[in-house]
């Protein structure tokens, strides 16, 4: 199972951390990633990264803001969320799967979503 936490409200150019804790054996030798989505929109790709950590994914959108790290010692994956703006507004999921790909179909575990709303 996973467990996001971290979202809230937020002003634009200020910064959130998402965490997302893994039990059981989801989080083993898996990667991880997040999504978000918006009212009215598909749930679209936002970071990923490996066992490892030692490769990273990001989505065009927010690359250079944000940051995806892990500690598997603690079986949670973070991201770091700097300079917000209103468009990043949206409910963020965190994902495990067996590989790394941007299509939320590609992926074998979700957590329960964590809102994140930047104001103008």
């Known amino acids: 199972q996973l467990q996001a936490s971290g979202g809230g409200l937020v002003q634009a150019g200020g910064s959130l951390r998402l965490s997302c804790a893994a039990s059981?054996?989801?989080?083993?030798?898996?990667?991880t990633g997040w999504f978000r989505q918006a009212p009215g929109k598909e749930r679209e790709f936002a970071a990923s990264?490996?066992?490892?950590?030692?490769?990273?994914l990001y989505a065009d959108s927010v690359k250079g803001r944000f940051t995806i790290s892990r500690d598997n010692a603690k079986n949670t994956v973070y991201l770091q969320m700097n300079s917000l703006a209103p468009e990043d507004t949206a409910v963020y999921y965190c994902a495990a799967g067996r590989r790394l790909s941007t299509s939320a179909t590609s992926w074998d575990y979700w957590g329960q979503g964590t809102q994140v709303t930047v104001s103008s």
């Open positions: 990264i490996s066992w490892s950590g030692g490769t990273t």
């Open positions: 059981g054996s989801t989080f083993s030798r898996a990667v």
